[in-house]
């Protein structure tokens, strides 16, 4: 918990002083010789001090930046999100507590972050998965490289797109984000400009440079800080393999309103076509949690009608409730833990999840249990 709080206080430091702030993986950026006021080293989280601004460096590399309570966020990452094998090992012993503490402090940071008016700077040099998006989408600018891979693969672990990931998903273009969310693939740093879950590209051998004079800037205007990103900025495309190239069928096929008519539509699409996409997509629902696919199509649904706030108090339910759930911890078990990739889902088909199962992730929370409280009288979620 202790970085997590370090991290708010920085942020609170920064709105009375006017800082900006950058967050980065500690492996992520070359030495740098330029000299900070000071450093604050709080072993998994670094937080760098100059005299302008306030750097927050995730720095746990050898779990690729993998976010557990007394972090805020490597070489290969930014961040691979929360630490589920962490989590997996709580729940085994029982201590949900940890796990509720876990999940309310990270969401309460990203509402943080979503809601802060000062700019903000992510450099996604890197694995950035999960949480490790959740603590960088919401931010005012987001740089990719070509090193960066994102994705949300949560159902492949029996859970739910979380972190914040049922709104941003939601929000963009067409059916995309039912696509991602429910499939868990991966898009690099071209394809995240196109789609503007980045702001902007920069090659990684610059981004010292750019660490550089983001550092040296003695001012917190948004316009002043976008011209420095863009001087160093790369104009890249999708390649032509890209599943942005087929946003037609993503949408064609990802509107539909269930998950077995999502599946249904790539089945027809792949028989007429033998297209490879199709049969690929298909493969990759078929490794997924039945349940966890109707649970994360209705969540991205109804992020598109939600503020972020909103999103947030609805996934820290879902996430509780998901706990209990034996998808998740045969999920993590088979991909994280054993490895043998062979997860027996509960149930194993789509049309033995019935809509009671559904429902009760998205139910509230037992009296006892309260809501995520996050201070939205103080901070306005932004609604798109």
């Known amino acids: ?117 000062k700019p903000n700077v992510a450099l996604l040099n890197g694995i950035t998965m999960g949480g490790g998006a959740g603590v960088s989408v919401p931010g005012m600018f987001r740089v990719a490289t070509e090193r960066t891979r994102f994705a949300t693969p949560e159902t492949l672990i029996g859970f739910h797109p979380d972190a914040g990931a049922s709104f941003y998903l939601s929000h963009l273009p067409g059916h995309l984000g039912e696509y991602l969310g429910l499939t868990g693939e991966t898009l690099n740093g071209a394809e995240m400009i196109a789609c503007g879950l980045a702001t902007h590209y920069t090659h990684s051998t610059k981004l010292r440079l750019v660490d550089q004079q983001l550092g040296n800037l003695d001012t917190d205007d948004p316009s002043v800080i976008e011209a420095s990103l863009e001087e160093y900025g790369d104009h890249v495309h999708p390649d032509h393999m890209s599943v942005l190239h087929r946003i037609d069928m ?11 008519e999502i599946i249904d539509a790539l089945e027809t699409e792949a028989s007429e076509t ?62 994280m833990v054993d490895k043998d990739l062979a997860a027996q889902w509960n149930p194993p088909r789509l049309e033995q999840v019935t809509e009671d199962m559904v429902d009760h992730y998205f139910s509230p929370l037992s009296e006892s249990e309260p809501d995520l409280q996050l201070p939205t009288k103080q901070r306005e979620a932004f609604a798109s």
């Open 250 to 260: 993503v949408d064609k096929c990802f509107s539909k309103e269930t998950v077995e």
């Open 1 to 117: 918990m202790k970085g997590w709080k370090v991290a708010a206080a920085v942020l609170s430091r920064r709105a009375k002083a006017g800082y900006r702030h950058v967050s980065r993986g500690v492996g992520s950026l070359a030495s740098s010789k330029s000299n900070p006021v000071d450093i604050y080293d709080h072993n998994e989280v670094l937080v760098e001090g100059r005299a302008h601004s306030r750097t927050a460096v995730l720095n746990r590399p050898s779990s690729l930046n993998a976010l557990n309570t007394t972090m805020v966020g490597s070489g290969r990452a930014f961040c691979a999100g929360g630490d589920i094998v962490a989590l997996y090992h709580l729940i085994n012993q029982g201590k949900l507590g940890h796990c509720k503490e876990f999940f309310s402090t990270l969401y309460s940071y990203i509402y943080l972050l979503g809601t802060y008016l």
């Open 274 to 335: 033998n297209d490879l996409w199709c049969n690929s997509t298909l493969r990759r629902l078929k490794e997924c949690s039945p349940l966890s696919l109707k649970v994360s199509l209705r969540s991205i649904r109804e992020g598109r009608f939600q503020t972020l706030d909103q999103c947030l108090v609805r996934e820290y339910r879902m996430s509780l409730h998901g706990m209990s759930q034996r998808d998740f911890s045969e999920g993590v078990r088979a991909r």
